[in-house]
């Protein structure tokens, strides 16, 4: 139970790997407080509907504001904060199920808006809170609570998807390494644009992922994840093509283009725009 929310007593299971990923946004909150001496009041964390998505009620030190929107939709009401006020820095929290599913049609237009808000997925490859359904990004075959026979649809592959739609910042994480993601969720907050921090989040209870992701030497299962190498050129975007079309899970910032207005630099330049000219002489732009 969160000692700032204490009516609101939502748990997670033991070794849920959103506890790591929660302490990872405490780290980048706390961090970025320190570096741009903003008041935390200047945050705005938007939850989508999910285990994932009570993040937003157990955050512990400094409390940003916070919205438990509904299902699938952290973008849409992510996209209406920061059109009130483009100052805040504004940060989604969203599963699997709620960001690649119901909510996949929102990731490409704020994509190609580049709106500059952060989106943390945490990815466990199910519905954890409903009870254990196939979600987008489980994998062909696996039996879940909703595929007794197996799942008989593809996974999608978040990472390539980010990358086609033209998200200028694509970063992949895991619970288990919170400095490491805390790093990540702060370049992704900093960066001016669409920014998605991709998180291998483990459902112990639904789909216990761990030992796929960080292997077991005893067992002989190598792991999945791995470091991306530090000569990686991640403005490199046919590089990013090529790390993501080979095996495994990489681990950093895999994509960064700031060569892209942020939409508040362009909504900026369309207000300047609007207010030298009347309206008649704006009219004149369109061709009746
Ligand atoms: Fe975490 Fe899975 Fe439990 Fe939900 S059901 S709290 S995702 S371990
Ligand atoms: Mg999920």
């Excluded at 694509?170 to 490491?180: H, M, Q, V």
């Amino acid at each position: 139970m969160s000692a700032k929310n204490p009516e609101y007593d939502f748990k997670w299971c033991p070794g849920c790997g959103d506890f790591g990923v929660r302490r990872a946004v405490e780290f980048a909150l706390s961090d970025r407080l320190k570096e741009t001496e903003e008041i935390i009041e200047n945050t705005v964390v938007v939850a989508g509907i999910g285990c994932s998505g009570n993040l937003v009620h157990l955050l512990e030190g400094p409390q940003p504001f916070g919205i438990h929107g509904i299902h699938g939709r952290s973008l849409p009401i992510a996209f209406g904060v920061k059109m009130a006020n483009p100052d805040l820095n504004v940060l989604t929290v969203a599963g699997d199920g709620d960001f690649l599913s119901i909510g996949m049609e929102h990731i490409a237009p704020q994509a190609t808006r580049n709106l500059d808000i952060c989106s943390v997925v945490m990815d466990n490859g199910v519905y954890g809170l409903t009870k254990g359904q196939s979600s987008p990004t489980t994998e062909y075959g696996v039996k879940t609570s909703s595929t007794p026979y197996g799942k008989v649809e593809s996974s999608i592959d978040p990472l390539k998807y980010y990358l086609t739609i033209g998200a200028t910042f694509i970063a992949s994480g895991y619970s288990s390494k919170p400095r490491d993601l805390a790093k990540l969720i702060q370049a992704g907050m900093e960066h001016a644009g669409f920014a998605v921090i991709h998180v291998q989040s483990p459902c112990t209870t639904y789909n216990d992922t761990y030992e796929i992701l960080k292997g077991n030497a005893k067992k002989g299962i190598a792991p999945t994840i791995y470091d991306i190498p530090e000569e990686y050129d991640r403005t490199d975007r046919l590089a990013a093509e090529d790390l993501l079309n080979s095996s495994g899970i990489p681990l950093g910032i895999i994509y960064e283009d700031t060569s892209r207005p942020s939409f508040t630099a362009e909504n900026n330049r369309v207000k300047e725009i609007v207010k030298i000219r009347d309206i008649s002489d704006l009219l004149s732009d369109y061709d009746f």
